[in-house]
C-alpha cells in the first residue's frame, strides 16, 4: 500500500463525515467521497509535504470541506412544488388556464414548488432539490396556496 492510500485509510471516516454533512444539500455522500479523494490525489504532493499527523489531518479536513462547498455551488439548485395546493377536480380548461397563469405571476422558488407539488412531489423530495428543510417546504405551501386564492377571488 502507498503512502497516499495508506494515509486515505486512515482518514477515510474523517472525509465521509464531512461528505455526509454536506450530502443533505443536494449531492450524495459517496458522490461529494469521490471528488475529495480526486482532489487529494491531485494535491498530494503538498499532501505529503506535511508530516505533522494533526496538521494533515486538519489540511485534509479543510480540503474535505472546501470540495463539498465548491460541488454544492456549482450545482443549480431546483425548486419543487408544495404539496399544499390541491387543485379543484371540477376545475374546466379556462379555469385551469387561468390557474397556470396566477402561478407564473409567482416569483421563483415559489413557482417551482407549487408545480413540484402539482407535480406531486412529497415535502422531503422537494426539500432535496432545493436544499430547504421539509417544515420549510411546508409553511411556504400553505403561503404559496394562500396567495393563489388571494389572486384567484381578484
Not at 35 to 61: D, F, G, N, S, Y
Not at 110 to 137: K, M, V
Amino acid at each position: 500500500m502507498s503512502t497516499f492510500e495508506h494515509i486515505l485509510q486512515r482518514h477515510r471516516g474523517l472525509i465521509f463525515s464531512v461528505c455526509q454533512r454536506y450530502s443533505r444539500q443536494g449531492a450524495t455522500a459517496d458522490d461529494l467521497v469521490q471528488e475529495v479523494t480526486l482532489t487529494l490525489w491531485q494535491r498530494r504532493e503538498q499532501l505529503m509535504a506535511i508530516t505533522i499527523a494533526p496538521r494533515q489531518t486538519a489540511w485534509i479536513w479543510r480540503v474535505a470541506r472546501s470540495t463539498c462547498i465548491d460541488i454544492l455551488r456549482r450545482t443549480p439548485p431546483t425548486y419543487p412544488l408544495p404539496e399544499a395546493y390541491d387543485p379543484p377536480d371540477n376545475l374546466d380548461s379556462s379555469h385551469s388556464h387561468h390557474l397556470h397563469q396566477l402561478i407564473q405571476l409567482l416569483e421563483e422558488p415559489d413557482r417551482t414548488i407549487i408545480r413540484r407539488h402539482i407535480e406531486g412531489y412529497n415535502y422531503e423530495e422537494i426539500a432535496q432539490q432545493t436544499g430547504l428543510t421539509a417544515n420549510n417546504i411546508s409553511v411556504r405551501l400553505v403561503r404559496i396556496k394562500e396567495r393563489l386564492r388571494q389572486m384567484w377571488e381578484k
